[in-house]
């Protein structure tokens, strides 16, 4: 007979990810200066801290600088806006019948231009801004870390003896790791974005500076991650949570292949249900060949979950990876007929 009972202890799929999250103010600031892409990426970022998948921190010297800084970050960006202009038609294109269209069109982008900034300009009054918007619901999702006095000396001591974050003589980004360190609870990676170079390694502007890193690691037991901009967070935020679903998935083949008991291959085939459709060939023919090998799996082969699992599973086993012989042998025990022989079949 093929197999015998398999006990062994199959690894515990992991639970999914929630992620520690800061971005540095001029990452807020910027987001009056971003195109329609990427407000959605702010908008995908809100959707993951609603889902728990993510939490925000703010620390309150964050506020105060975007806030302290917000009018100055529109108002260049209002200018920069104001000097997009068409420039008068030249003397030898004016006897063309369409330079009298493009004059036409000159005008009419003049006065649109004017009514966009009126509106761009009241919008910013009433802090109505889409960037304003965005900000003002992020900032009820986070958790806001306040500036204590406890954190505003030690930020005091950090500047003093010249630690990094921050420029010379500088208190603000030190404020604001000193709030994160008692903010984050320990044993959670924190992922920085932001494009300051107080944060990010001289060697690898990929990678946090050694210093803050070495820093985090001592203090909170866990890895300081930087990333430029949202984007980029997101990308390796989907990246990782594939790698994990890659382990899950893995996680829930190896507990029906050495399940060691016929109610641990039931839960098992109730946690693998959701990934049949993302399997690898790879892994339809491991799932196949755990039914051949472990008795926990083959003997209660006509037990309707167990039946109607593999055959969804046998017709995607790659071709040519199992004998016909097995293959025939799994079709019968995955038949939900009682009078099936199971121990016959695998003498």
Not at 211 to 223: C, G, Q
Not at 287 to 308: K, R
Not at 323 to 347: C, Y
């Amino acid at each position: 007979m093929l197999g015998g009972p398999c006990a062994a202890v199959a690894p515990k799929a992991t639970k999914k990810q929630t992620h520690h999250v800061f971005l540095d103010t001029n990452t807020y600031l910027n987001f009056f200066l971003f195109s329609p892409d990427d407000i959605d990426e702010l908008k995908k970022l809100k959707g993951f801290i609603d889902d728990g998948e993510l939490v925000l921190y703010l620390p309150e010297q964050v506020i105060h600088e975007f806030e302290r800084n917000r009018e100055q970050k529109i108002r260049h960006g209002l200018d920069e806006f104001t000097r997009s202009i068409l420039k008068p038609v030249p003397l030898m294109l004016r006897h063309f019948e369409t330079a009298k269209d493009y004059e036409k069109a000159k005008g009419d982008f003049e006065k649109a231009r004017s009514k966009l900034l009126d509106a761009a300009h009241h919008s910013a009054k009433l802090k109505a801004l889409p960037a304003d918007e965005i900000f003002a619901e992020l900032k009820t999702l986070a958790k806001v870390a306040a500036t204590t006095p406890a954190v505003y000396a030690r930020a005091l001591q950090r500047m003093r003896l010249g630690n990094p974050p921050g420029k010379p003589d500088s208190l603000g980004d030190r404020v604001i790791w000193e709030s994160l360190l008692v903010s984050v609870p320990p044993e959670n990676d924190l992922h920085v974005v932001t494009a300051d170079t107080d944060f990010v390694s001289p060697l690898d502007d990929a990678e946090p500076r050694e210093f803050l890193a070495n820093e985090w690691y001592e203090k909170r037991r866990s890895t300081l991650r930087v990333h430029s901009k949202i984007k980029v967070f997101l990308k390796a935020k989907f990246d990782l949570e594939f790698e994990t679903f890659k382990a899950e998935k893995q996680a829930a083949i190896n507990a029906l292949a050495f399940s060691g008991s016929f109610a641990s291959t039931h839960t098992a085939i109730g946690e693998l249900q959701p990934y049949v459709e993302y399997l690898e060939p790879n892994e339809y023919l491991e799932i196949a060949q755990a039914a051949l090998n472990n008795n926990q799996i083959f003997w209660i082969g006509s037990d309707s979950d167990v039946a109607e699992f593999y055959k969804l599973i046998l017709p995607k086993v790659p071709a040519g990876t199992m004998t016909a012989d097995e293959m025939a042998t799994l079709k019968k025990i995955f038949n939900p007929v009682p009078s099936v022989d199971i121990i016959g079949l695998l003498d």
